[in-house]
Nanobody
Framework: QVQLVESGGGLVQAGESLRLSCAASESILSINAMAWYRQAPGKQRNLVAIIARGGSTYYADSVKGRFSISRDLAKNTVYLQMNSLKPEDTAVYYC??????????????WGQGTQVTVSS
């Protein structure tokens, strides 16, 4: 079972930057993909970015050109660099890991979340 711990959230002004970190309990190479999601109050939890085992990435349209997902395999850590932040980026950001078990079933694991607040 993968344990995930997010950090790096905080309060910033619109236009500023923030970098989130997600530390995993085991090698990221043992995980199919890692992703960042976010959830604003009263809203659904939405996908922000994905980085797959092979290193390919995907971004939601709302963050393309502003956010970047990356990883440090030696540190078992995934990052989300958030630039040009907007008030609508305000949400709790969650790290997610998908891992296949011995039976071939995929499982999703979640971190505790970190709050990002962007003031106008």
């Amino acid at each position: 079972q993968v344990q995930l711990v997010e950090s790096g959230g905080g309060l910033v002004q619109a236009g500023e930057s923030l970098r989130l970190s997600c530390a995993a309990s085991e090698s990221i190479l043992s995980i199919n993909a890692m992703a960042w999601y976010r959830q604003a109050p009263g809203k659904q939890r939405n996908l922000v970015a994905i980085i797959a085992r092979g290193g390919s990435t995907y971004y939601a349209d709302s963050v393309k050109g502003r956010f970047s997902i990356s990883r440090d395999l030696a540190k078992n850590t995934v990052y989300l660099q958030m630039n040009s932040l907007k008030p609508e980026d305000t949400a709790v950001y969650y790290c997610n890991a998908e891992q296949e078990d011995y039976s071939g079933n995929d499982h999703n694991y979640w971190g505790q979340g970190t709050q990002v607040t962007v003031s106008s």
